[in-house]
């Protein structure tokens, strides 16, 4: 089929490295995607499981998503407004694309890419089952679904694996399913699971601190297994204040916030310390909020490290000359209660099981910080996020850190109105000067082939971008 050529093949044409799209999307075709899971439900478990998921079934199609909205039960359960009209209408070929595997692979040069690291959409919900037992025969069903539907495309797309996270045995189980019997190349996991707490609420459980599960099994599974597991989790629906009529309200760094959350929690429990190899992505949030969060870690480890929070010890605190300047400078309502106050600041200190709060991720000096930081960690990016910059500038990023985006195109979602224009919109910050041409080399192809090829150096065996990942693994520590 001729295409008319696009400014995203011409950016491709001008570029002397393969442009790997980390994170594109596509959209189920609801009653097939429903058909194949009831049929693999029922398979599995029989005529009760196919009822227990019939009975507690939620439609994750924008289209719909709001019918039930006029119900009592959004505003006693303060109920998120969802994601609506998130598919693309007008463009009818980008629409048909989104839905077809084989419209988009023979599209990809037209889009400028020339491999595509593939996620659903609807079935993105099924992370939020609780359910441990359906909740792993549903993400099953989908993957199976998904491996058979993508097989023909191999050289040029792949899809990444639901994995639900409830318990570590639960993602274990699913990860090596749909490595070694799929043949997975990635694999996309929950980001947080749902724990119940007192008077009918619950919390969200970031798989490091304060879990009440140990999730170093999963981790270790995704080393031995050649696999960097990514996260698309956002909180829209959780932030307590959330909003049951504006979905931008909700929309607008929730993918950003959960990521913090969870990255925070895995950094600071250690994970990056005890699984150096480990390789996480976490996908369309962007990069700004993990710039910050370095900085943050940075300055908190400055004050607080385990040598210089001794300095704020309670118990160090020289009441004596500390009473000497009240006796001098205070005024008579201080004065006049000098023993109530000394016997105040002398009580003993409170103290925590572990003063050394970074005791985990193994730090001796400031630059571990960066070492258990910056190789571990990948930030999807969409194409019209500027502040990819900020990854990049290693004269603002503390310890001269320069944080790993990977592109994610985002197409057949409600933000893309071209599938044309991702590529093309990525490069406009080379042009103006905003990023670098070897910056827009990280972002579009050497950070997604060390996230992926970096624990899994056969990733792009078989696909037209098998030479060049070989050639950069073999120049560039990963």
Known sequence: MTTTPTEAARVRGRVDHPIIDADGHFVELGPLLHDEVVSYVEDVGGGALRERFLTTAASFDTSSSLADRGSDAVRRQWKAMPSWWGWQTAAVRDRATSHLPALLYERLDELGIDFTILYPSMALGYFEVTDEELSSVLCRAVNRYHARLFEPYRDRCTVGALIPMNTPAQAVAEVEYAVRELGAKSVLIAGYARRPIGAGGY?????GL???YDYDPLWATCVDLGVAPVVHSALQQHRVTRSISNYVYNHVNGLAAAH??????????????RFPEL???????GVAWACALFSGLVGHWEKRNRDAIGELDPDRLDVDALLEYFADYGDEAVTSRMGELREYFSRPAARPAQPDEFAAVGIDTVDDLRTRFEPSFYFGCEADDPLVAWAFRDDVNPLGARLRPVLGSDISHWD????????????????RGVISERDFRDLTF????????????????????ASAAAELLGEVET
């Open 260 to 273: 913090e959350s969870l990255c925070k929690s895995l950094f600071l429990s250690g994970v990056t310390n």
């Open 210 to 212: 304060d879990s009440e």
């Open 416 to 431: 893309v109105r071209d599938m044309t224009e991702p590529v093309a919109e990525a490069f406009e910050l080379v042009e």
């Open 279 to 285: 390789r996480i992505g976490f996908l369309e949030g």
């Open 446 to 465: 050497a950070n997604p082939v060390r996230l992926h090829a970096g624990p899994n150096p056969k990733f792009f065996e078989g696909t037209v971008c």
């Open 203 to 207: 919390r969200l459980d970031m798989f």
